[in-house]
């Protein structure tokens, strides 16, 4: 399994990972002690290198550190969920 750099941009309420030039990141909202992933985005040339699930659990990482639970708008985010149940 891969690691990556990824970084957390509050301002902006998104996790990055730059690679190869161009940049995936989720973006999330914190409504009512949740936080709910609202986009996930890999641009095609870093899809299915465990890019999306690298952002995926670094935002609920983070997330659970600040006492908030995870919600998934995103459909990939949601799937994510469903795929590990430690995280609901």
């Keep these: 399994m891969s690691t990556f750099d990824v970084r957390h941009k ?22 009512d002690g949740c936080l709910n992933i609202l986009h996930t985005i890999v641009p095609v040339q870093l899809e299915n290198m465990g890019i999306g699930s690298a952002l995926v659990r670094a935002a609920y990482d983070w997330g659970r550190g600040e006492g908030l639970t995870p919600e998934g708008s995103c459909h990939f985010a949601h799937l994510w969920l469903q795929r590990h149940p430690e995280y609901r």
Aim: proline share 5%.
């Design 10 to 31: 509050p301002e902006s309420c998104r996790f990055e990972i730059l690679r190869d030039g161009r940049t995936g990141w989720v973006e999330y909202v914190i409504e």
